[in-house]
């Protein structure tokens, strides 16, 4: 065997770990949190990775989004109305289409009240720590779907606290 065709199979092994490399690279990303809107589930200090894959919207998933009004500014909520839903708070409650919501993320009471009907490419994001949360839908209102910009999978830092985030 020549010395060329002993170095093939090294080389396609090579060559596909760099496109698998270079692929996750493009899909994956990292993200330091740095407020508390998202405790106790992310807090200050963590670090995690992001899925910037284009998704199907799901109620529960954490996001990044880019601020409607700030371009080039991203904030961390998660998605609690998904597009085309009626979404209102009233008495402390979140509901969805006129039925509570079930929020295992967090213990804290919504509010103030409201009502917002969501478009077809529209989500409603809050905090998890409602009292400690700004820039989520109940003050920016609804955000557009394409400004959600990644999906946050796992934490990595610090190492107490490794594992999905959900």
């Known amino acids: 065997?020549?010395?060329?065709?002993?170095?093939?199979?090294?080389?396609?092994?090579?060559?596909?770990?760099?496109?698998?490399?270079?692929?996750?690279?493009?899909?994956?990303g990292r993200f330091e949190i740095s407020e508390m809107s998202m405790t106790p589930t992310l807090q200050p200090g963590d670090y995690v990775l992001v899925d910037r894959g284009r998704r199907p919207v799901y109620r529960g998933d954490i996001v990044v989004f880019e601020h409607p009004d700030l371009p080039t500014f991203?904030?961390?909520?998660r998605i609690v109305g998904l597009p085309g839903e009626d979404l209102a708070i009233e008495s402390g409650s979140v509901l969805i289409d006129g039925i509570p919501l079930s929020e295992p993320?967090?213990?804290?009471?919504?509010?103030p009240d409201g009502a917002w009907?969501?478009?077809?490419?529209?989500?409603?994001?809050?905090?998890?720590?409602?009292?400690?949360?700004?820039?989520?839908?109940?003050?920016?209102?609804?955000?557009?779907?394409?400004?959600?910009?990644?999906?946050?999978?796992?934490?990595?830092?610090p190492f107490a606290r490794i594992g999905p985030v959900s």
């Not at 993320?105 to 509010?111: L, R």
């Open 117 to 157: 009907v969501l478009g077809a490419e529209e989500a409603f994001v809050l905090g998890d720590a409602r009292e400690l949360s700004s820039g989520d839908s109940r003050e920016i209102g609804a955000v557009p779907v394409e400004l959600l910009r990644a999906k946050i999978v796992f934490r990595y830092w």
């Open 74 to 77: 991203y904030m961390v909520k």
């Open 1 to 28: 065997m020549s010395t060329r065709a002993s170095r093939l199979p090294a080389l396609l092994v090579a060559g596909a770990a760099g496109v698998v490399t270079g692929a996750l690279y493009v899909r994956l």
């Open 105 to 111: 993320w967090t213990t804290d009471t919504t509010g």
